[in-house]
């Protein structure tokens, strides 16, 4: 039987720890959705077309450049507001969602679009300072040249892009679970999402 968690929330709201936390947890499978769209967004600064790029995307495509960085995350909120690339993703999330044994995807429109009869539902978010400020580490971690400033910039561009889109806006699904982890560790977000889902699923 299929068990759907539907994680949503704004930019490095630490959706991507909690959910892989959950998916262990649970023993479900886990898709990063914004992968996808991070990995429309590199082919279109490699010169594709939205459309085109989506429609093509084939599993080589997410692993084939390191996508986790600011300027494909601009890119990957600028095709995501285009009703046709969303379209194209959608069949392959909806499958991945449906799986025996239960399956984990987070992202922007899970809840709402995606999965709207989900059995769980969060909706992870923290203030943009904190999130910025994670980010920044992440990727200075990773050996990137990018400041606090520039990091702060990308976050709120992308968040403003990704409410106000008219297709599949960000906004927590209305029967969501709210988890702010501004003031949250790890250990205590991943607690807090697990009690959650252990709610409906008892
Ligand atoms: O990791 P982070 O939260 O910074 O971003 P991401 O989840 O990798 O998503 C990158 C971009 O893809 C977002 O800013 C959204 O514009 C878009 N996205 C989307 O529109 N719908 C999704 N389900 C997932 C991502």
Redesign the pocket.
Known sequence: MGFCVAIDGP???G??TVSKAVATHFGFAHL????L??AVGAKVLSGMEPAAAAQALVPTDLTARDLRTPEV?QA??RV?VVPEVRAALVQFQQDFAARDGGAVLD????GTVICPTAEAKLYVTASADVRAKR?FDELLAKGMDVTLVDVLADVQA?DT??RERVE?PLVAAVDAVVIDTSDLSIDAAVAAAIAAIEEVRA
């Open positions: 930019a490095a709201a959706k991507g990063d959705t914004g992968l769209y991070r995350a990957a909120s995501a992202g922007r429109d899970i980010r992308r892009r990704d599949a």
